[in-house]
């Protein structure tokens, strides 16, 4: 058997992940989100900008289901810091940290909508009297605010989301080595368990 419980991995939990993945994002694209779209729309009366924001929203979770459970379907070796894909652009050529920084752009931008929708919200919620009240102008400071910080993560991803120099070594390890059969684009982090390099 392989360290780590490694051999359930490479026997079971990768092709139930892809299984799951690939019967998941059709039905989450083209049923749960434009339904709950729908939904937002015709059938609710909340106002104006916290509708249009949580359509964007969704808009952006169809992207995210499509790109993670269909373009991307990133698996980790977890404790190893090694990550494969099986989607289909992971034989395109195109390497496993653009890939990655993808992912995080599109995780951010899942997360943006909601920042809108919590401040306006918990504004609405409280009493004029109450000194968590803001105006306006200091509503969009603080949303732009969170918005940056969350919006340097894909900075991060990009920049240190990086190969080890010995990839090619830890490749061979016989941990690692089994999941060629199911991907060539592979991201190493680091060299050890616990290791991560840079990021």
Known sequence: SL??????DRDYFVNFA??????FWPISVFL???????????KTSMNLDCKITCVIQHITLIAFDFYNSFLYQIYPLAPIPVF??????????????????GLSFLTIMVCLPYIFIIVRTHQRMLLP?????VNTSVQVIIIIFLASTLISNIFGFRLWAVDTPNKVEILEKPEVRWAK???SNFLVLGSKEGDIGNF
């Open 84 to 101: 494969f894909c099986t989607g289909c652009l992971c034989d395109g050529g195109i390497d496993g940290s653009t890939l990655l920084t």
């Open 129 to 133: 009297c109450s000194p968590f009240k």
């Open 32 to 42: 749960v989100h434009p339904f709950t779209i729908y939904i937002l729309i015709w």
């Open 18 to 23: 892809r299984i799951y993945r690939e019967t």
């Open 3 to 8: 360290a780590f419980g490694l051999d359930w």
């Open 181 to 183: 059969k199911y991907s």
